[in-house]
């Protein structure tokens, strides 16, 4: 079946670190976004892509990037880890360019110590 | 500005009772609107959606929503909860910001706990 993926599903780093967060899909969707989850702010966008070799900011993408090099893939970077983005980290994809609906992977939470 | 409220942040319902889980939305354009639910340490699941047609949505798990145009209102109901239901709720509607038609904007969720 088809599915989303990401790994690690718990990583402890130190601040200054940087971090790559993983995120697979199979549906050969054309969008993928990145989210974290914090109490008391819901999910936050931090990136996002459309298709291949496309990538935008999200409301909190300071301190994050992304690739997009095939259409399974969107790994999301933590350049310098600061202990603010202490977090679980969500992916999801979406079809195509109507109102499609998004699907989850489990997560990655992630601790900056 | 678009964006969606979650007025509850907890709701509580004995087991058996129907549920309510309450959303209210603004946004620019046609109202695209879905719930999703999140069990403790899982990610998000879709419940179902509103696009366009009947005002009345049947979802997962025996869940469905009532669009309210003029309450500019999508609220979750069920008319019988488990206490399996106990779980995280989330509201989002489609962005019509310029570029972002394949975006959405979250509610801040509402945690469902069903009692025995």
């Known amino acids: 079946d088809a599915e989303i993926t990401q790994s690690p599903r718990h990583k402890i780093t130190e601040t200054g670190r940087q971090v790559t967060l993983a995120c697979h899909q199979t549906w050969n969707h054309n969008n993928m976004f990145w989210y974290r989850q914090d109490l008391g702010h819901g999910l936050r966008l931090i990136h996002y892509s459309y298709g291949v070799q496309d990538t935008n900011k999200g409301e909190v993408s300071d301190g994050y990037s992304v690739s997009r090099s095939n259409t399974e893939d969107l790994p999301l970077t933590l350049e310098s880890a600061a202990s603010s983005q202490t977090s679980v980290y969500f992916c999801?994809?979406?079809?195509?360019?109507?109102?499609?609906?998004?699907?989850f992977g489990p997560g990655t939470r992630l601790t900056v110590l | 500005a678009q964006s969606v409220a979650q007025p509850e942040d907890q709701v509580n319902v004995a087991e058996g009772n129907p549920l309510t889980v309450k959303c209210t939305y603004s946004?620019?354009?046609?109202?695209?609107l879905f719930w999703y639910v999140q069990y403790p340490n899982r990610g998000l699941q879709f419940l179902l959606k509103?696009?366009?047609?009947d005002n009345l949505v049947k979802g997962s798990y025996g869940f469905e929503a009532e669009f309210n145009k003029s309450q500019t209102s999508f609220h979750l109901k069920k008319p019988s909860a488990l206490v399996s239901d106990s779980a995280l709720y989330f509201c989002a509607v489609r962005d019509w910001g310029a570029g972002n038609n394949r975006k959405l904007i979250w509610g801040l969720g509402t945690s469902l706990a069903v009692n025995p």
């Open positions: 946004v620019s354009g046609n109202p695209y």
């Open positions: 999801a994809s979406s079809k195509g360019t109507g109102v499609d609906t998004q699907y």
């Open positions: 509103y696009i366009t047609g």
